[in-house]
């Protein structure tokens, strides 16, 4: 297992924007396919994105294409969420994954092994 630590949450306006920082303690990011997911208060964690090792596949779930970009730094072992246009319904715990094969990219909770322990965002006026 790595250790991750997510960074950069905060509260923010509706239409502003934040960006998510997971740095990861690993030998080398690389080897790992690293997902975002969120949890709103009273409702089960969701996959929001997930950047897949072997070729940089990002994936988003349908409730922020668009709006939210995934990106990875290899060399600062350190994985981003750009989430622009935040919406009231964003609102939640953000939490980054690990996922030791770099050839899956998975919006759903079981390949994931390592957890970090979650920033908060909050999307109000």
């Known amino acids: 297992q790595v250790q991750l630590v997510e960074s950069g949450g905060g509260l923010v306006q509706p239409g502003g924007s934040l960006r998510l920082s997971c740095a990861v303690s690993?030998?080398?990011?690389?080897?790992?396919?690293i997902a975002w997911f969120r949890q709103a208060p009273g409702k089960a964690r969701e996959g929001v994105s997930c950047?897949?090792?072997?070729?940089?596949?990002?994936y988003y779930a349908n409730a922020v294409k668009g709006r939210f970009t995934v990106s990875r730094d290899n060399a600062k072992k350190t994985v981003y969420l750009q989430m622009n246009d935040l919406k009231p319904e964003d609102t939640g715990v953000y939490y980054c994954?690990?996922?030791?094969?770099?050839?899956?990219?998975?919006?759903?909770?079981?390949?994931?092994?390592?957890w970090g322990q979650g920033t908060q965002v909050t999307v109000s006026s």
């Open positions: 950047d897949r090792a072997i070729d940089g596949g990002a």
């Open positions: 994954a690990a996922d030791s094969s770099r050839w899956r990219c998975a919006l759903i909770s079981y390949p994931y092994d390592s």
């Open positions: 690993a030998f080398s990011l690389e080897s790992y396919s």
